[in-house]
């Protein structure tokens, strides 16, 4: 399937010279929505994955329909004081100041095989934070799955040594 026909580019947004990728086509789209959550698992169904971890808040949707593909428990990771119990914290540089993420401290066990999806590998920042955060808790990092790669911010550079599997790629 050609998900690249499906995928909405809106030129100038959020900003002036950024051509925005809209994902809500593809996932209204039922049949292009079902064969990209088919086509993303696939690598992973033999590798026996405990947990897909989905990033706030578009990765919750990859990341829950892997968990569900892969028969993985799901795991959110989210914004500072959006989880009820206690938490670890992981702070990361972006381009323009820094980010925080948490995660439930009992979330992960250790020797627990982790995937991480998301819906977007751009610059690799908030990538390689939830990876450090898995293997800062005894988690295995298994890999991670992107809908979407942006190969020209070159987010794999920030990502050595992890398996990476990407669907689409601008």
Same mark, same amino acid.
């Given at each position: 399937?050609?998900?690249? #026909?499906?995928?909405?580019?809106?030129?100038?947004?959020? %900003?002036?010279?950024?051509?925005? !990728?809209?994902? /809500? /086509?593809? +996932?209204?789209?039922?049949?292009?929505?079902?064969?990209?959550?088919?086509?993303?698992?696939?690598?992973?169904?033999? %590798? #026996?994955?405990?947990?897909?971890?989905?990033?706030?808040?578009?990765?919750?949707?990859?990341?829950?329909?892997?968990?569900?593909? +892969?028969?993985? $428990?799901?795991?959110?990771?989210? #914004?500072? $004081?959006?989880?009820?119990?206690?938490?670890?914290?992981? &702070?990361?540089? *972006?381009? !323009?100041? /820094?980010? &925080? +993420?948490?995660?439930?401290?009992?979330?992960?066990?250790? $020797?627990?095989?982790?995937?991480?999806?998301?819906?977007?590998?751009?610059? =690799?920042?908030?990538?390689?934070?939830?990876?450090?955060?898995? %293997?800062?808790?005894? =988690?295995?990092?298994? $890999?991670?799955?992107? +809908?979407?790669?942006?190969?020209? *911010? &070159?987010?794999?550079?920030?990502?050595?040594?992890?398996?990476?599997? &990407?669907?689409?790629?601008?």
């Amino acid at each position: 399937m050609d998900y690249k #026909k499906i995928i909405r580019e809106i030129p100038d947004f959020p %900003k002036p010279g950024i051509l925005f !990728y809209d994902l /809500t /086509t593809l +996932l209204k789209d039922a049949s292009a929505f079902r064969s990209a959550m088919d086509e993303l698992s696939a690598p992973y169904r033999d %590798k #026996k994955i405990d947990l897909v971890l989905g990033v706030e808040a578009r990765g919750f949707i990859v990341a829950s329909c892997l968990a569900y593909e +892969l028969h993985a $428990g799901f795991i959110p990771v989210r #914004k500072p $004081g959006k989880l009820p119990a206690e938490s670890h914290r992981i &702070s990361y540089d *972006l381009e !323009y100041g /820094t980010d &925080s +993420l948490e995660i439930h401290k009992d979330a992960i066990q250790p $020797g627990q095989q982790v995937l991480v999806a998301d819906d977007l590998l751009a610059t =690799g920042g908030t990538a390689a934070a939830v990876g450090k955060l898995v %293997k800062d808790m005894g =988690g295995s990092l298994a $890999g991670m799955a992107f +809908l979407v790669e942006l190969e020209f *911010l &070159s987010g794999r550079s920030k990502l050595p040594g992890v398996d990476i599997f &990407s669907l689409i790629r601008y």
